[in-house]
């Protein structure tokens, strides 16, 4: 025998049930994690807007979010102030 049919012969291959438990423990881990509430993203909005009015210029990731936070501040004041009537 040569040292390939060796290794072939000696290595197992983990069962079906074994293969199965495992999924069912990882799967059990993300049923119990509970999710963040998102906040909304305009992202994309911003983007767009941006490209629209000057399509040669770009937008580093850090202020993007600052435009994310001031749209979503600003969603929300209209938001109130339309609540109060």
């Not at 059990?28 to 629209?52: D, G, M, Q, W």
Request: glycine share 4%.
């Amino acid at each position: 025998m040569t040292d390939t049919e060796k290794t072939t012969k000696t290595t197992k291959t983990p069962s079906k049930a074994a293969a199965k438990g495992a999924t069912d423990k990882t799967t059990a881990k993300k049923k119990s994690k509970s999710r963040k509430s998102t906040k909304p993203n305009f992202n994309t909005y911003i983007y767009r807007v941006l490209k629209e009015t000057h399509p040669e210029i770009g937008i580093t990731k850090k202020s993007m979010g600052i435009m994310n936070d001031f749209v979503v501040d600003m969603m929300d004041k209209i938001a109130t102030e339309a609540k109060h009537d």
